[in-house]
């Protein structure tokens, strides 16, 4: 079913509408909103705003889920990765979901319409070199030296050893399996459903 423009005041408009307040995707029963909150904002005010929007003829707004997102993403397109005629606002960049991290609730998922460059290199579409954080910490000149020549550099550069040697504090520190040993048993489930998101990907290495 073809997804219908919703006016102002909430009536269905023709499919040829230039001017329309909401979309309303009948084969999932999910409307969202056109151009209501142009304002960027903090995560906790972008929910408060859509639970106070009057907007469409409609006064019961919420941010979507990951999943209620994701399901306007048009993979064919790029910059941004949606159906522009239906969205005309949307920018290349990352939108607020309702659905909060499975390590801090002070942290919020959400989704980059800019484009997926993992798909993008599936279809042939880009040329990328894919580098693991496990590749790095495990032999980090080779990895170095992969990507200066994917680039177009001397990879026989000299490379400086505080380059080689720099350590960063991030929540992984490259070992296989390490989600499993850290999260509870709530955080690896909600990170399972995500993962549910990303059927192409591996994320076997998290133990997860």
Known sequence: MEPIKISNTGEHLPAEATEFAAVLFPA?????????????LAH????????????????????????ELVS???????APACDHALFPDTRNDWYWTSDVSAWSPGYAWFVNFYVSWYRLCQQGA???????????????????????????FDAELALPAEVLERKYHTFRDGRVGQGAAVLTAEQQQRLRERFAYYPYVDFGRYGL
């Open 28 to 40: 999932t029963g999910l409307m969202f909103a056109v151009g209501a909150l142009p304002k960027a």
């Open 44 to 67: 906790e005010a972008a929910g408060e705003a859509a639970i106070s929007l009057t907007h469409a003829g409609h006064s019961d707004w919420r941010l979507p889920t990951v999943q």
């Open 72 to 78: 306007i993403v048009d993979y064919s397109r790029r």
């Open 126 to 152: 880009v040329e990328a070199l894919w580098v693991t954080y496990e590749e790095m910490l495990a032999d980090p000149k080779s990895t170095v030296r992969n990507v200066l020549s994917f680039l177009g």
